[in-house]
């Protein structure tokens, strides 16, 4: 016997003798009649669609209460994205480079930010603690990272415990996946006419007057009308 402890439950005669009518059944009535082996293939596949439906059945009464509760909170169109902070990320990061994986694109793309994203990938059990797993897409938010996962218990993921940390779109999106480049102005002193700089009997067409420090006044440049213009002279 392959399975004592089940034979032991479900071997008696009232089974042995319910199994050997079916058989004998199929063998009057039935058109294949080739083996047991076949017979008993058949039975196993009853067994899975009365049994094994049972099983999902009390199984996803279970699961449909967390489950479903958490994948609702992340479903819809830029609802899968969260941000995590640099404090939370560093250890799963730190694991992923034990591992031979190449975070620094993403630790210099968080650290610029200041702060990491994650996106919702499922529910998840974590140490026995249901928990939502969440992609550390390293490479980039448009490839998909299903073996890099990071978990927060459900109890953490509230609606108003989520709301303040929802990205207002992908990371790609709102080009956070962009080394920003500090760039420096040059800022050039404005330059202070003097004396030295305007040529004997220039004109200085902001001051409307002629600014040859020799001037002794008679060269035709000071303008008695307010209406006149330098270039009338």
């Given at each position: 016997m392959r399975?004592?402890?089940i034979q032991t439950?479900?071997?008696?005669p009232e089974t042995r003798k319910f199994l050997k009518d079916l058989f004998q059944k199929n063998?009057?009535?039935g058109t294949d009649k080739t083996s047991v082996l076949r017979f008993g293939e058949?039975?196993?596949d009853i067994l899975k669609d009365e049994v094994g439906s049972m099983r999902g059945k009390r199984s996803s009464s279970v699961d449909n209460g967390w489950r479903s509760e958490i994948k609702a909170r992340f479903s819809g169109r830029g609802k899968q994205w969260i941000k995590v902070s640099l404090e939370y990320i560093k250890p799963y990061l730190d694991n992923l480079e034990s591992e031979g994986i190449d975070v620094s694109n993403y630790?210099?793309?968080t650290?610029?930010?200041?702060f990491a994203w994650i996106r919702y990938a499922g529910s998840r059990v974590n140490d026995g603690v249901n928990s939502g797993g969440f992609e550390i897409r390293t490479t980039g938010s448009k490839i998909d990272h299903p073996k890099q996962l990071c978990y927060i218990p459900v109890t953490s993921l509230s609606e108003d415990q989520i709301s303040d940390f929802r990205l207002s779109g992908t990371p790609f999106g709102m080009k956070l996946e962009e080394i920003r480049e500090e760039v420096v102005e040059d800022i050039e002193e404005d330059e202070v006419a003097t004396e030295s700089d305007y040529p004997e009997g220039v004109f200085d067409c902001i001051e409307d007057r002629c600014v040859d420090p020799e001037c002794d006044g008679n060269c035709g440049g000071d303008l008695d009308d307010d209406n006149d213009s330098i270039y009338d002279i």
């Open positions: 399975h004592q402890q439950v479900i071997d008696n063998l009057t009535e058949a039975l196993v630790r210099s793309w650290t610029q930010a200041g």
